[in-house]
C-alpha cells in the first residue's frame, strides 16, 4: 500500500472503541509470563502482548482472527498499527 494513500481498514472499526477485554494479556498470564509493552485489537478488545515478548500474542491474534487495527494500550500512548498494511496509521 502506497504511504499517501489512507488505511481502509480503519472503516471497519467499531464505534465507539471496544473496551479492553482483560487488564492485562491473558495468553502470559497463564504461561506465568510478564506482560510486556500490551495491545488493544480495535475490532474486539483483545489484549496482547507486543512482538518483543515470546508470544508475540497480539500479533498472533491478528493471524488468528484477520483484525486488522490495534492501538497501544499502554498508558500515555494512542498510537496505532494496522498489521495488513504494515504501517501506523
Not at 53 to 63: F, N, S, V, Y
Request: hydrophobic share 30%.
Amino acid at each position: 500500500m502506497s504511504p499517501s494513500r489512507p488505511c481502509t481498514h480503519l472503516a471497519e472499526l467499531p464505534a465507539p472503541e471496544p473496551a479492553a477485554a482483560t487488564d492485562g494479556c491473558p495468553h502470559c498470564a497463564e504461561l506465568g509470563q510478564r506482560s510486556v509493552a500490551l495491545r488493544l485489537c480495535l475490532h474486539c478488545g483483545h489484549v496482547g502482548c507486543c512482538d518483543s515478548t515470546p508470544g508475540r500474542w497480539a500479533a498472533e491474534h491478528h493471524r488468528r482472527t484477520g483484525h486488522a487495527v490495534m492501538r497501544s494500550h499502554e498508558p500515555g500512548e494512542s498510537w496505532r498499527w494496522c498489521y495488513e498494511d504494515q504501517r501506523l496509521v
